[in-house]
């Protein structure tokens, strides 16, 4: 569905299966499928929590958390059932790389989260894929069916005497229910309203079980860095951020696409030799490196390295993988409120700075892109978002503020541009490349 | 309510995947509503019932969730994003194309045959094939007005 790209730095380990057919289950077999859980079987549990521990592998929904170490909090004895829910709410702006995953590869997750159930002594598991993935989900139905008849999974699976079961689960829209918390509630069959932490869900999680949940992309990759080794695995990328990620290029680039690049390739290289560089002759204004939530770099501070630590050091973060180029005929002001409005329809409600905060800097940057904005509004933008940070149940208010607060501080002068009734500057500049620029 | 036959064994299915009844609701709604066209009140009572939670407290799920409805949809709903990547390519201008293409001005509007529907929705996980769109379940990427065109004219056919 999705087309494929590819570029010669391109290192594939998650990607390697992608276009040949590997959605079928004797495909998937002779391209070494199912091989990393048999290995897995007789490593038995903290051998392979090991294994991931010394793979650097960090979580790749967002906030790249050491999967191993997450792994290793679900306690060894437990009253209650534990369980493995692998992430597959993909709703972050910008992201689409679970989408190829799951299209391309999925027995790799599946073989990923009998892996992640092995380590950690669970005999359940879900795969939680987005509503609007409904051509995903059937794939991964048939894939678990495929497993299930070959005794992969179900009771004593491969033979090895471990009962597991793995079940598809599907959501119907809603951006917060990526975040763990309200993940767990969607399952449980409620409003996807995040729950109060600690407890974490290793814990206590998915019906007071502990819980290890993982995003599609981190359990994908576990199948490989088991059957390479931990330490090779954190070979491919650089010092505690071990492999690969899957690179959702977007925006104005002549080349956009899924790239999987080594964890610390340069963001202007992939931005200009990767993606080919920006569109139609125009100039990079600013990118926003990780999907929608996180802080924008300008022009100036493209030359980072594309790792979790790199990336805070530059004030922002790899997040989901999402890298949004915008060029030099965009509007800053219409960018910050477009992705404010998704904040603002996202938000839950439950707490009142994301509530409010979502709805002020809404009105606030309506306002101001209409012309009709005042000198205070620029501090109050600012203002309003600082206020929503760090005070609410969930990341979802932190993700709403820091991408604003990020926008007036680097384009203020953008923001100043618009004041007292003046038309937004970039109306001057009409739709005149190929590609449409945005509307005013 | 009796579902249809495959519904009802995708029901019986569901039930054996978690250890509570209401786990299965959120991706049975969708279920139902495709059945239905959309999330009647006879269905919520009838799910509220098998469930064994009250009908406000499916309803009460139902509003949580945007791909959820309580009102009838056209038959095939044109759900264009607007969000930012597809915003940088051109997205709001699709929008704009299809709502003139087929007559709908407001929001969710429905075609007077009530053959298409037109929606204004968040990112759908299309961004580095912007600008795009899902009629129904199926995707359209790297959209043009004339891509959009020849889109529309097929489904109109069927």
Same mark, same amino acid.
């Given at each position: ?18 276009? @040949? $057919? ?16 048999? *290995?897995?079987?007789?490593? /038995? ?15 790749? $929904? ?9 792994? !290793? ?57 987005? /509503? ?8 991964? @139905? ?107 290029? !977007? ?31 125009? *100039? ?5 490196? /990780?999907? !929608? !939530? ?28 999402? &890298? ?37 800097? @809404? *009105? ?17 933008? @600012? ?26 501080? *680097? ?25 449409? &620029?945005?509307?005013? | 309510?009796?579902? %249809? ?29 495709? =059945? ?15 469930? =064994?939670?009250? %009908? ?9 969730? %945007? ?5 009838? +949809? ?6 264009? #994003?607007?969000?930012?990547? #597809? ?24 075609? +007077? ?9 968040? #990112?759908?996980?299309? #961004? ?31």
């Amino acid at each position: 569905m999705a087309t494929l790209v590819s570029h010669p730095d391109e290192v594939r380990i998650v990607s390697k299966r992608f276009g @040949q $057919g590997a959605a079928d289950l004797d495909r998937y077999l002779a391209l070494d499928g199912y091989k990393a859980v048999q *290995k897995a079987l007789t490593m /038995g549990p903290d051998a392979i929590i090991n294994e991931v521990k010394a793979s650097n592998l960090r979580g790749r $929904g967002g906030a790249g958390f050491p999967a191993g170490m997450k792994w !290793s909090f679900v306690p060894k004895e437990s009253a209650k059932p534990k369980y493995v829910l692998c992430n597959g709410d993909e709703s972050e702006p910008g992201t689409c790389k679970d989408r190829l995953i799951f299209e391309h590869d999925p027995h790799a997750v599946i073989e990923g989260v009998i892996i992640a159930a092995i380590a950690v002594g669970a005999h359940t598991g879900y795969i939680y894929i987005r /509503g609007e993935y409904r051509y995903l989900s059937e794939i991964m @139905q048939k894939a678990l069916a495929d497993a299930y008849a070959r005794g992969y999974l179900g009771r004593n699976i491969f033979g090895s005497g471990y009962d597991l079961d793995i079940y598809w689960h599907g959501g119907a829209g809603a951006y917060e229910v990526g975040e763990e918390s309200a993940l767990m509630e969607s399952l449980e069959g409620k409003r996807g309203v995040p729950r109060i932490r600690p407890p974490f869900p290793a814990v206590v999680g998915l019906w007071g079980g502990p819980t290890v949940i993982n995003n599609a992309e981190t359990l994908a990759s576990v199948p490989h860095l088991l059957l390479m080794g931990g330490e090779a695995f954190a070979n491919v990328g650089v010092p505690r951020n071990g492999g690969t990620r899957l690179f959702c290029l !977007s925006g104005h680039v002549t080349k956009p696409g899924v790239y999987e690049l080594p964890l610390g390739y340069n963001l202007k290289k992939l931005i200009y030799e990767v993606g080919g560089g920006i569109a139609n002759g125009h *100039k990079l204004k600013a990118v926003v490196p /990780g999907g !929608s !939530s996180v802080p924008c770099l300008t022009a100036d501070e493209v030359d980072v390295a594309l790792d979790f630590d790199s990336m805070i050091k530059a004030g922002t973060f790899l997040g989901s993988g999402g &890298v949004i180029v915008i060029d030099d005929h965009s509007c800053i002001v219409k960018f910050a409120l477009r992705t404010n409005q998704f904040y603002r329809h996202e938000s839950c409600g439950w707490c009142i700075p994301c509530r409010e905060g979502t709805d002020w800097l @809404q *009105k606030t940057l309506v306002r101001f892109h209409s012309g009709g904005g005042v000198a205070k509004d620029i501090d109050n933008l @600012q203002y309003l978002g600082e206020n929503m940070l760090g005070r609410t149940f969930c990341p979802l208010g932190d993700a709403a503020a820091m991408p604003i607060i990020g926008f007036v501080k *680097k384009f203020r002068a953008e923001f100043e541009a618009h004041l007292e009734g003046r038309p937004c500057p970039f109306e001057a500049h009409p739709a005149v490349s190929a590609l449409p &620029v945005l509307s005013h | 309510m009796r579902f %249809s036959e495959q519904l009802e064994a995708r029901y019986a299915d569901m039930l054996g995947h978690y250890p509570t009844r209401r786990s299965l609701l959120v991706p049975f709604l969708l279920y139902v509503q495709d =059945e239905l066209g959309y999330l009647t009140d006879e269905a919520i009572d009838d799910i509220a019932g098998r469930l =064994e939670l009250t %009908s406000l407290e499916v309803r009460n799920v139902i509003s949580y969730y %945007s791909m959820l409805r309580t009102k009838p +949809a056209g038959q095939y709903n044109v759900q264009v #994003c607007t969000n930012i990547c #597809c915003m940088l390519r051109g997205g709001e201008e699709m929008l704009e194309h299809v709502k003139q293409r087929l007559g709908v001005a407001e929001n969710k509007g429905i075609t +007077a045959d009530g053959q298409f529907s037109v929606e204004e929705v968040e #990112c759908i996980g299309a #961004c580095s094939w912007a600008p795009a769109m899902q009629v129904n379940y199926d995707f359209y990427e790297n959209l043009t007005p004339e891509k959009i065109d020849g889109v529309l004219e097929e489904y109109r056919k069927k």
